[in-house]
T-cell receptor
Framework: GAGVSQSPRYKVAKRGQDVALRCDPISGHVSLFWYQQALGQGPEFLTYFQNEAQLDKSGLPSDRFFAERPEGSVSTLKIQRTQQEDSAVYLC?????????????FGPGTRLTVT | AQSVSQHNHHVILSEAASLELGCNYSYGGTVNLFWYVQYPGQHLQLLLKYFSGDPLVKGIKGFEAEFIKSKFSFNLRKPSVQWSDTAEYFCAVNANTGGFKTIFGAGTRLFVKA
C-alpha cells in the first residue's frame, strides 16, 4: 500500500515569505507527527495530532509555526515570515494508533531552503 | 532535560566486521526505545524497538539491541556487517506518559567498505 507522502519535496522561499508543507499519512492512521531535521542532526519533534486533535505542540519553535489536520487525515504545516534558521528538512510520520510504542512511518520529507 | 546521546557520529567498517553503536538516554519513567535506519535515498524506517519484556530485542537484517535499564542504554549490534548496511542509524526514545514527544539522537553514519 501507499506510504506517507509529502509535498513539495523541495521548497525555496525568500526570507519573510509564508510556506505551507503538506503531509498525506497512511490511510487510517490515527497519529501524525511533524519533525524538523537540521543538517547533521536527528529529527526534532514539532507537534502531534491524534485524529484531528492537536494534542502536543510543545516542539513548535515559535508562533510563526502552525499545523492543522482538520479532517483527521491530511495535515499542513505552515511557517509564516520564514527566517534563515527555518531551513531544514521537515518530516512527517504517521502511526496506526495513539500508543507511542508503535512504529512511526516516515515520509520522504520536504527540504526547505530560506534565502 | 530529556535527551538521547549517540556516541559515534561516523563509523567505517570492513565487511564481516562486528558493529556496536552506542545509545544512552536521559528520560524519566518507563520508556519505549527505537532504532531507526535511513538507507541512502530512502525514508527513515524502523529497525527494531523495545517497549517491555525481554531486554534483548531482535530486528530486521540481523540487527539486535539490548536495553540495560541501570545504564540507560540501548546499544545496537550486528555480528557481521554487509556493504548494504551502509546507512545512517538513529536511536530514539519516548514514553506513553507526559506528552507525545519522541526524542531522537543525532545519528551515526555507518560506511561499510566492500
Amino acid at each position: 500500500g501507499a506510504g506517507v507522502s509529502q509535498s513539495p519535496r523541495y521548497k525555496v522561499a525568500k526570507r519573510g515569505q509564508d510556506v505551507a508543507l503538506r503531509c498525506d499519512p497512511i490511510s487510517g492512521h490515527v497519529s501524525l507527527f511533524w519533525y524538523q531535521q537540521a543538517l547533521g542532526q536527528g529529527p526534532e519533534f514539532l507537534t502531534y495530532f491524534q485524529n484531528e486533535a492537536q494534542l502536543d505542540k510543545s516542539g513548535l519553535p515559535s508562533d510563526r509555526f502552525f499545523a492543522e489536520r482538520p479532517e483527521g487525515s491530511v495535515s499542513t504545516l505552515k511557517i509564516q515570515r520564514t527566517q534563515q534558521e527555518d531551513s531544514a528538512v521537515y518530516l512527517c510520520a504517521s502511526s496506526l494508533v495513539a500508543d507511542l510504542s508503535y512504529e512511526q512511518y516516515f515520509g520522504p520529507g520536504t527540504r526547505l531552503t530560506v534565502t | 532535560a530529556q535527551s538521547v546521546s549517540q556516541h559515534n557520529h561516523h563509523v567505517i567498517l570492513s565487511e564481516a566486521a562486528s558493529l556496536e553503536l552506542g545509545c544512552n538516554y536521559s528520560y524519566g519513567g518507563t520508556v519505549n526505545l527505537f532504532w531507526y535506519v535511513q538507507y541512502p535515498g530512502q525514508h527513515l524506517q524502523l529497525l527494531l524497538k523495545y517497549f517491555s519484556g525481554d531486554p534483548l530485542v531482535k530486528g530486521i537484517k540481523g540487527f539486535e539491541a539490548e536495553f540495560i535499564k541501570s545504564k540507560f542504554s540501548f546499544n545496537l549490534r550486528k555480528p557481521s556487517v554487509q556493504w548494504s548496511d551502509t546507512a545512517e542509524y538513529f536511536c530514539a526514545v519516548n514514553a506513553n506518559t507526559g506528552g507525545f514527544k519522541t526524542i531522537f539522537g543525532a545519528g551515526t553514519r555507518l560506511f561499510v567498505k566492500a
